[in-house]
């Protein structure tokens, strides 16, 4: 599965984005899929997943009431929409594809996408 990420940019503090992760090559109704991000200096960390069928979500704490994350298999694409953002948001993106169910961990994917900047100011 090839994955790539777009949508990110730069926005004030309580702005929005939505990122997109297109994917090719595997059936991607066969993948969970999940968004992590990385700062500078600090860890990737997760932020949210939708199963094969977008029948269950999970979001981190951080971004719970926030974020949203869906997919259209129809069009192999997940999306992540960040409403409220904030400089802590501040990060590189990445979507990832897990086949197996461990989508809540970075070591449950088997795919990953190049990631995109995403910068809130104050």
């Known amino acids: 599965v090839q994955l790539q990420a777009s949508g990110g940019g730069l926005v004030q503090a309580g702005g929005s984005l939505r990122l997109s992760c297109a994917a090719s090559?595997?059936?991607?109704?066969?993948?969970?899929m999940g968004w992590f991000r990385q700062a500078p200096g600090k860890e990737r960390e997760f932020v949210a997943a939708?199963?094969?069928?977008?029948?269950?979500?999970y979001y981190a704490d951080s971004v719970k009431g926030r974020f949203t994350i869906s997919r259209d298999n129809a069009k192999n694409t997940v999306y992540l929409q960040m409403n409220s953002l904030k400089p802590e948001d501040t990060a590189v993106y990445y979507c990832?594809?897990?086949?197996?169910?461990?989508?809540?961990?970075?070591?449950?994917?088997?795919?990953w996408g190049q990631g995109t900047q995403v910068t809130v100011s104050s």
């Open positions: 990832a594809a897990a086949l197996g169910g461990r989508v809540l961990i970075t070591s449950g994917y088997d795919y």
């Open positions: 090559g595997r059936p991607f109704r066969n993948y969970g």
């Open positions: 939708i199963n094969w069928n977008g029948g269950s979500t």
